[in-house]
T-cell receptor
Framework: EAQVTQNPRYLITVTGKKLTVTCSQN?????MSWYRQDPGLGLRQIYY???????DKGDVPEGYKVSRKEKRNFPLILESPSPNQTSLYFC??????????????FGSGTQLSVL | RKEVEQDPGPFNVPEGATVAFNCTYS??????FFWYRQDCRKEPKLLMS???SGNEDGRFTAQLNRASQYISLLIRDSKLSDSATYLC???????????FGPGTRLSVLP
């Protein structure tokens, strides 16, 4: 089954304790992206990647890191989480071959709480 | 100016009403256009792609006006289950990145 898998679904942590949220897709998609969603603010892009070893900042990259060493995985790393990073996070992937072939597939989300 | 803008909403409509959502985008070189639907705290899901000629899927009709850089979504005979946030999404030039609008919340009331 084609899917984007995020883990964990829920995470409670404390300020300053490094954490990684994993994202994996089994569709051989070139494009992958991370978003955070906060009440009243819609989806905001953190980082995206057009292919292996190619990553770019989105709208709100501060405090986050990503890596794209393999096509299927795109982990989101918080080196020193802070309470303002408490949010609902989504990972997504897509083909980007050309018009009409693109469709974003989303993971189920990760609710992160930083105390 | 934001790259993708949408009606601020929320829209509260009775069952059976017709409702229209509007979206404008700033990058004239944008390639592809989509409407996504998101239920509260769930992942967004593709509702429909938007083609230059306009397209229809049951009660939903999407239109694209490239000259005005404007996209619309029309929902006819709205159902309670249509209550959600509707997101306008644009794939920028050269297919580099998907850009999301802020979304418009719809509540269909009995």
């Amino acid at each position: 089954e084609a899917q984007v898998t995020q883990n964990p679904r829920y995470l409670i942590t404390v300020t300053g304790k490094k954490l990684t949220v994993t994202c994996s897709q089994n569709m051989n998609h070139e494009y992958m992206s991370w978003y955070r969603q906060d009440p009243g603010l819609g989806l905001r892009q953190i980082y995206y990647s057009m292919n292996v070893e190619v990553t770019d900042k989105g709208d709100v990259p501060e405090g986050y890191k990503v890596s794209r060493k393999e096509k299927r995985n795109f982990p989101l790393i918080l080196e020193s989480p802070s309470p303002n990073q408490t949010s609902l996070y989504f990972c997504a992937s897509s083909l980007t071959e050309g018009q009409g072939n693109e469709k974003l597939f989303f993971g189920s989300g990760t609710q992160l709480s930083v105390l | 100016r934001k790259e993708v803008e949408q009606d601020p909403g929320p829209f509260n409509v009775p069952e059976g009403a017709t409702v229209a959502f509007n979206c404008t985008y700033s990058n004239s070189a944008s390639q592809s256009f989509f409407w996504y639907r998101q239920d509260c705290r769930k992942e967004p899901k593709l509702l429909m792609s938007v083609y230059s000629s306009g397209n229809e899927d049951g009660r939903f009709t999407a239109q694209l006006n490239r000259a005005s850089q404007y996209i619309s979504l029309l929902i006819r005979d709205s159902k309670l289950s249509d209550s959600a946030t509707y997101l306008c999404v644009v794939l920028d030039n050269y297919g580099q990145n998907f850009v999301f609008g802020p979304g418009t919340r719809l509540s269909v009331l009995p």
